[in-house]
């Protein structure tokens, strides 16, 4: 088992920035792919950015390039999730989440399903 704690969520003025951590702990001495997903109210949980073991491979949806940038220190089983030029539209619940095993596709990365282990979820409000 994997467990998940993220945080560095909260309120910022649109144009603001946040970093949102992930840390993972448990059974993670395999190789495995990591996600960031956000969920608005009444919306479904869409795909935000993806990162494969070593670093190299990372995915993004089109509304947050340039603007958001994943990454993770595998030493600290932790994975970042930078977020610049915070518009009202990025205002969601961020759920960090970890697949079983390491993926190479954007096809595989974005799909939910791929990943076994979640996170509790941290709030992002971006205010006017």
């Known amino acids: 088992q994997v467990q998940l704690v993220e945080s560095g969520g909260g309120l910022v003025q649109a144009g603001g920035s946040l970093r949102l951590s992930c840390a993972a702990s448990?059974?993670?001495?395999?190789?495995?792919?990591m996600n960031w997903f956000r969920q608005a109210p009444g919306q479904d949980r869409d795909f935000v950015a993806g990162?494969?073991?070593?670093?190299?491979?990372?995915y993004y949806a089109d509304s947050v390039k340039g603007r958001f940038t994943i990454s993770r220190d595998n030493a600290k089983n932790t994975v970042y999730l930078q977020m610049n030029s915070l518009s009202l539209e990025d205002t969601a619940v961020y759920y960090c989440a970890a697949a079983d095993r390491d993926l190479f596709t954007f096809a595989t990365m974005k799909e939910a399903s791929r990943y076994s282990y979640w996170g509790q979820g941290t709030q992002v409000t971006v205010s006017s």
């Open positions: 990162i494969g073991w070593n670093g190299a491979i990372t």
């Open positions: 448990g059974r993670t001495s395999s190789r495995y792919a």
